[in-house]
T-cell receptor, first 113, second 112 residues
């Protein structure tokens, strides 16, 4: 079982909907990440939070809005997404704010209609 | 642009044989590398890492080799098992940086 828990596992939404992806870890890790992975492609970095502060935003469109309410939780708020945003969204964490993800969740598979 | 890439997209090996997965990188400033394994329907799993001040590191049944001269690293899996079937990614990170960049990936098939 993964130590990084992501919910929901699957999400189907329309382009006008607002939804949120959630990620949780209780390992005391201080860095958390969002990656996007398209089919048969490597994960692409979206955001990095280090000690609950946003340290990296890889020029992600504003329709994706990350939030880190505390050191254990990471959210990704979604609004007005496009069909090309359909992908697997992976959350990861690492012990220190080092940018080196150690534990990944199993992802949320997102489909935009 | 600078990138991390792999020589082979797929690798098929016989169960019990050793596997070697290769990776080339072009960013000379990268000084930390990670290998991940991703099974179908799961997130990447950390396998082993290596810093640029080392040229070899061993784990359980896995060895990573780093050749900075030619900007190449490899993952060796000893006595490959069916459970090793997965996609393997190399990734690079600059020490002190917050970005871990994944390479394209190699799919490993293990034949029984």
């Amino acid at each position: 079982d993964t130590e990084v828990t992501q919910t929901p596992k699957h999400l189907v939404m329309g382009m006008t909907n607002k939804k949120s992806l959630k990620c949780e870890q209780h390992m005391g890790h201080r860095a958390m990440y969002w990656y996007k992975q398209k089919a048969k492609k490597p994960p692409e970095l979206m955001f990095v939070y280090s000690y609950e502060k946003l340290s990296i935003n890889e020029s992600v469109p504003s329709r994706f809005s990350p939030e880190c309410p505390n050191s254990s939780l990471l959210n990704l708020h979604l609004h007005a997404l496009q069909p090309e945003d359909s992908a697997l969204y992976l959350c990861a964490s690492s012990l220190q704010g080092s940018g080196k993800p150690q534990h990944f969740g199993d992802g949320t598979r997102l489909s935009i209609l | 642009g600078e990138s991390v890439g792999l020589h082979l997209p797929t690798l098929s090996v016989q169960e019990g044989d050793n596997s070697i997965i290769n990776c080339a990188y072009s960013n000379s400033a990268s000084d930390y590398f990670i290998w991940y394994k991703q099974e179908s329907g799961k997130g990447p799993q950390f396998i082993i890492d290596i810093r640029s001040n080392m040229d070899k590191r061993q784990g359980q049944r896995v060895t990573v080799l780093l050749n900075k001269t030619v900007k190449h690293l490899s993952l060796q899996i000893a006595a490959t098992q069916p459970g090793d079937s997965a996609v393997y990614f190399c990734a690079e990170n600059r020490d002190g940086g917050f970005k871990t960049i994944f390479g394209a990936g190699t799919r490993l098939f293990v034949k029984a």
